[in-house]
């Protein structure tokens, strides 16, 4: 059976009465399981993670999209994350029993309903963008929710869905289809930010590094350690082992230890099981012969 | 939801048509799934392994039970492997959201059940055994079918459920509990057979080694190599990683190297965590972090 993940982000983080009328058609419902939602003041923005079967993750999503239209009105929205919709974006992750391309058809489906329906103009981004320059969501969310009614009178930036003509409370909305994320953190010996710094510079993808490494350097003071703090962004091409090897080389150079590392929210059980497999050098080894894998069909 | 293993041996490997009539109540079931069944001829026996819902699973092996026990007459049986039950043993193993106590009453509750329906006197075993000297399986079926009557005589060997009188045609049945076993072999880049019998000399529990690892030699002349192999009878206590380790750190002393190595059937999700986690130094995770695991709740 197909399953898939959907990470929807919407732009209200302080209201709990609203966010719970949105997280609700998220609830309950035969085939979709709502995993996670957190709430931030700040950012004034919430994210949902929900997975189920495709179809139904789908038809739940679009309702709640359609409540976060009638009660976020973006005229009224402040906060420190950057947005252009009141349903901001809309990812499709496959998980398993699909492929990216099933997630694309997903994201697409989606589309065109929310801008028949909700008359919301509708970017498709990341893997299911339909131009080069859609693919960064940062460039499709550019000018935000205030440049949007000027945005949109560039044919470039004409919607994939919908007319060229922000909805007048809820603005536009980003749904695409990506790959899951891993967000991985590895631990140093030393409070050094410098040191975390430039490890984190030789493994990232923007300054030389691995494809699918965006990385950073963190303080963890209470713990008088440092972090080199990633997303993994394809880990079937860059995996977890990779960042981890590729980060204790690139320690030694100043006599820093790795001490450990950890994975900030789920990660793919087929992350583990490569990991598992290059450690003890696996082989003919896959998902197929865990366990688990059969439970799940 | 709870799930289930079940691996019972029936003994019964060249009639393809008695195999499929035993195999059959298995099949087709909602909670119950068939992973795998494999009849060897010259063990003449039959392994299935069947997964689910706990009570579904048992009233489903149930059935396959009563129809062995239909088919099967061991005073016509030869095979090379000792059995003493037309259903020689009946293992249930915890898989997830339950534990060892409830695997171990559903093996009670089967064992009553088949004792009363099918008039089969019936041993618990391993982790189900009623006494110290019933938890090896094959001090249980010692003397095989052909001495089940004078070993009933014995009151230290009288059954745990039923008549202390073997069934005519189907002998007696063990049904127990344990762990799942991770049948595990490594890669050796050695001939020398000699080798790789002291290697596993030093990890097995048998020669002084973990206390959860039973292991030998193992020649694999297509590939000029030799092999560790190993049940790991607790994953839990005596993990993959250690394993491996351990004959790593071995076979060092020889001048060999590990080359690799494989799980035959299936593992654990749990294992796997595990060896991730040790080798990544991975802090505070568990299978609930396995995006997966939330698939299956």
């Known amino acids: 059976m197909a399953i898939v993940q959907c990470v929807p982000n919407f732009s209200e983080g302080r209201d709990l009465e609203k966010i719970e009328k949105i997280v609700n058609p998220l609830r309950g419902k035969e085939g979709v399981k709502l995993l996670n939602y957190e709430a931030d003041k700040n950012y004034n923005r919430l994210v949902v993670t929900v997975i189920g079967e ?100 560039d044919t470039n930036w004409s919607p994939d869905f919908g007319e060229a003509k922000k909805h007048s409370t809820a603005g536009a909305i980003a749904i695409g289809a990506r790959r899951p994320l891993i967000a991985y953190n590895i631990n140093l010996d030393t409070e050094n930010i410098e040191i975390a710094s430039k490890i984190a510079k030789t493994i990232r993808h923007s300054s030389g590094g691995y494809r699918y490494i965006k990385a950073g350097p963190v303080e963890v003071p209470e713990r008088k350690i440092t972090q080199v703090t990633m997303n993994l962004t394809d880990y079937t091409k860059t995996s977890m082992y990779r960042a981890f090897e590729a980060v204790k080389m690139e320690a030694k150079r100043y006599g820093v230890n790795v001490t ?24 003919d080894f896959s998902l197929d012969k865990v366990l688990e894998t059969s439970l799940m069909e």
Chains 1, 2 share one sequence.
């Not at 976060?68 to 398993?96: E, Y």
């Not at 450990?260 to 082989?283: K, R």
């Open 54 to 153: 495709p179809q139904k993750v789908k038809e739940a999503v679009f309702e709640s999209i359609g409540i976060a239209t009638k009660l976020i009105d973006l005229n009224n929205h402040k906060g420190q994350h950057s947005r252009f919709g009141a349903t901001d974006v809309c990812p499709f992750i496959p998980i398993k029993d699909m492929d990216m391309n099933d997630a694309i058809k997903l994201a697409k489906e989606l589309g065109e309903e929310v801008a028949n329906k909700y008359k919301i103009p509708v970017f498709l981004y990341e893997q299911a963008a339909s131009k080069p320059g859609r693919e960064n969501l940062a460039t499709v969310r550019k000018g935000e929710y205030e440049g949007l009614e000027e945005k949109l009178k």
């Open 260 to 283: 450990g590392s950890e994975v900030v929210g789920l990660c793919p059980m087929e992350a583990l099981v490569d990991v598992a497999s290059y450690y003890l050098g696996l082989e």
